[in-house]
């Protein structure tokens, strides 16, 4: 383990002498990838770092207990002996989770898309209260959260609502997200109050930056429309929604929320560059078959990964049975939790394997 942490640590010099190379600096995209891959070791070095004062600080401890007459003096070595190992211990297993390869796609930005299921406007209805939890769930981690294109339910909520979210490490965390959510409630649209079962799904993408994917202009094309909803005098009387289209795969994005036609067309190629990035991201996941699948594809029951039942005052994971009874907490926005016991199931399996 110390020959590959010292591997790491001189890796983790060498690119720290490239960032200041002025040569380096004035090929962008090899800084940027320099920048991220130094941004990815630092956590490792920082535990390696700690673990060698550790362990200099333990021969210390030795050299006392072997040379030492004086007995206050042993006694204070002794103690500080079973400290560090303590200590030694703990780290050892964050340098082994720290060492298990990391998604490469972790420190991304992402892009957020909610849709209504199975259940009718109930299905909207809980697809904005998704939306509402992931809001205040980004304003306590101090995200940034966009609006790309939405579709509001007939009584509330939405159909579909597609968000840009920009931070540290949002990908890493959002992505346990993905999946079908299923709420069991009385609906507001209820008159006999039974207790109905609807379903929205979330998928969480790992959003593309323009060193990843390069887009030919030929490949693309652009309409133009009025925007509709809210608004103000532009709306229904500019042109400045934008519908982009990739003839290559297909793939149609749009984007209405802004009422300026370039800052829409900005947001729109964002989302188009990420869902053809997700493309070839997909396949990288198919390839790790031991890796929780992250993204879905419909909006059945059948596929859920979390319920909330308002009953109860109960949220289900299903993927890692866990329950909890705080839900008017959870849906607003106190989910950091739940994400950590799906980090740490992950990175326990993870273990099993490099074990096995």
Wanted: aromatic letters at 8%; a negative charge.
């Amino acid at each position: 383990m110390l020959e590959k942490l010292e591997a790491i640590y001189n890796k983790w010099r060498e690119i720290q002498m490239q960032l200041n190379d002025p040569a380096v600096m004035g090929d962008m995209k090899r800084y940027v990838k320099l920048n991220r891959d130094y941004k990815e070791l630092q956590a490792i070095v920082d535990a390696y770092l700690r673990y060698k004062k550790i362990t200099e600080d333990m021969e210390s401890a030795k050299s006392v207990l072997y040379t030492e007459k004086d007995e206050d003096f042993r006694s204070m070595a002794k103690e500080e002996m079973n400290q560090l190992t303590a200590e030694k211990e703990n780290l050892e297993e964050e340098i082994h989770i720290l060492l298990l390869p990391s998604d490469p796609q972790d420190d991304k930005n992402a892009i957020l898309e909610i849709r209504a299921g199975t259940g009718g406007d109930e299905a909207s209805i809980f697809a904005g209260d998704l939306f509402r939890m992931y809001s205040k769930f980004c304003e306590r981690q101090n995200w940034k959260m966009e609006l790309v294109d939405s579709t509001e339910g007939t009584v509330g909520g939405y159909k579909e609502i597609i968000l840009n979210v920009t931070g540290e490490n949002v990908y890493g965390q959002l992505k346990y997200e993905s999946g079908v959510h299923r709420v069991q409630r009385v609906p507001v649209t209820e008159t006999q109050g039974r207790v109905h079962t609807s379903a929205a799904t979330v998928a969480v993408l790992p959003e593309a930056d323009e060193f990843d994917v390069e887009l030919k202009s030929e490949d693309i094309r652009k309409d133009t429309f009025c925007s509709s909803g809210p608004g103000g005098q532009s709306v229904n009387t500019t042109y400045s929604a934008i519908r982009l289209t990739h003839v290559p795969t297909g793939i149609v994005v749009q984007c209405q929320d802004q009422k300026s036609q370039i800052k829409n067309l900005e947001k729109a190629m964002g989302v188009l560059r990420t869902r053809i990035y997700e493309l070839e991201y997909q396949k990288y996941l198919d390839e790790i078959s031991s890796k929780r699948r992250t993204m879905v594809s419909t909006g059945d029951r059948s596929a859920k990964i979390r319920t909330y039942n308002y009953p109860q005052g109960r949220v289900t994971d299903h993927r890692i049975n866990v329950s909890v009874y705080n839900l008017p907490v959870f849906m607003d926005g106190d989910i950091s939790d739940m994400i950590e016991a799906l980090q740490l199931a992950e990175n326990a399996e993870r273990l099993k394997e490099t074990v096995a």
